[in-house]
């Protein structure tokens, strides 16, 4: 077994380097939660990723502020579910996929592989597309689809070695990201000024009264938004750069406690954001027509105003529109900023996605590859989609493509709950750490 932790911990270190010893203190430090603090916001990247986005724009325009409960309890079962991931993690020193590879058959084992590599594909064409899209609105439509599809593949293979600078160098630049999109969020929060009262009641009451079909989708599509298949994999693998004892209880114990509390830290972090998003949506834009919209551009000389046809139909936005209806209805500089915070929850969701897919191939696969070939394969697997997508399709009419990929990735959750479940219930894999639920 030590063996193994110590061959899992070599093939982390070209990935992710490990970081020195951590402080030693008996009692709660400070010093030692910041030692811990990186893998947690990491992984709540994908809790802001321009799909998380999408979703809580579409589910305040289509419910306003009804389906808020339903992201707080996705939040939190999302928590519970990672705090499960990065334990299993910490306590054997192997990440979820190689836990997979060593327990399952083979046929299981490809099976759940190719489930993953799935929801992987579909989050990456919501993160790169996102991207695309925010940079087609920061240079006014002269950026087409296709060119910022592009664009956001190549910046993504500069950003990944990053880390050759040192893990918590790479680990900042994250925060960094998650900064800019509380900051960009935030300001559309403010200048919107939503219903404290809605919020509230939205949140903390189960409720969605005159909801239809349009709501119950929303409310699935914020489900697999927001919990992220392959996220549990990344996070298992992620704790794994922080040097733990793991023959001595003691010390596994005190770094699942820290790891836990730096997860609430950035889940808490990343809840708010999104919180930002569903209320400008719901105060701003619930239950407006097409035809509200199409004048307001109009009066403000939008070049986007023939987006909406002056009907009668509920207005349907996406990422794309939903800048633009901000910049007809607050002025241009919601429209920049709006496209800023997209931006920045597109690049950092799409380098998380990649460390995810190298972490599932390799441990799935058993695949021992050089840096670039593994970025090169993973890459190609999830881009070449994105990239059909992005030539044949309009930026002007990807609202349904969305819902579609929420939807998918709340299909492919079992896939992933179902390891994670059972492996941190099993004392032969989790010792004295086993998860007695």
Known sequence: FSARVRGSRAELSSHLPLLSPLPKHSCFSFRKLWAFTGPGFLMSIAYLDPGNIESDLQSGAVAGFKLLWVLLLATIIGLLLQRLAARLGVVTGLHLAEVCNRQYRKVPRIILWLMVELAIIGSDMQEVIGSAIALNLLSMGK????????????DTFVFLFLDKYGLRKLEAFFGFLITIMAITFG?????????????????????????????????????????????????????????????????????????????CIALFISFIINIFVVSVFAEAFFEKTNANVSAVCANASSPHSSLFPSNNETLEVDIYKGGVVLGCYFGPAALYIWAIGILAAGQSSTMTGTYSGQFVMEGFLNLRWSRFARVLL?????????????????????????????????????????????FTSLPSVMNDFANGL
């Open 378 to 422: 993973t890459r190609s697997i999830a881009i070449t989609p994105t990239l059909l997508v992005a030539i044949f399709q309009d930026v002007e009419h990807l609202t349904g493509m969305n819902d579609f990929l929420n939807v998918l990735m709340s299909l492919q959750l079992p896939f992933a709950l179902i390891p994670v479940l059972t």
């Open 187 to 263: 300001y559309e929060y403010v200048t919107v000024k939503p219903d404290q009262g809605s919020l509230l009641k939205g949140l903390f009451v189960p409720y969605c009264q005159n909801c239809g079909t349009a709501q119950l989708e929303q409310a699935v599509g914020i489900v697999g938004a927001v919990i992220m298949p392959h996220n549990m994999y990344l996070h298992s693998a992620l704790v794994k750069s922080r040097q733990v004892n793991r023959a001595n209880k003691r010390e596994v114990k005190e770094a699942n406690k820290y790891f836990f509390i730096e997860s």
């Open 143 to 154: 950026i087409p689809l296709w060119g910022g599809v592009l664009i956001t593949i190549a």
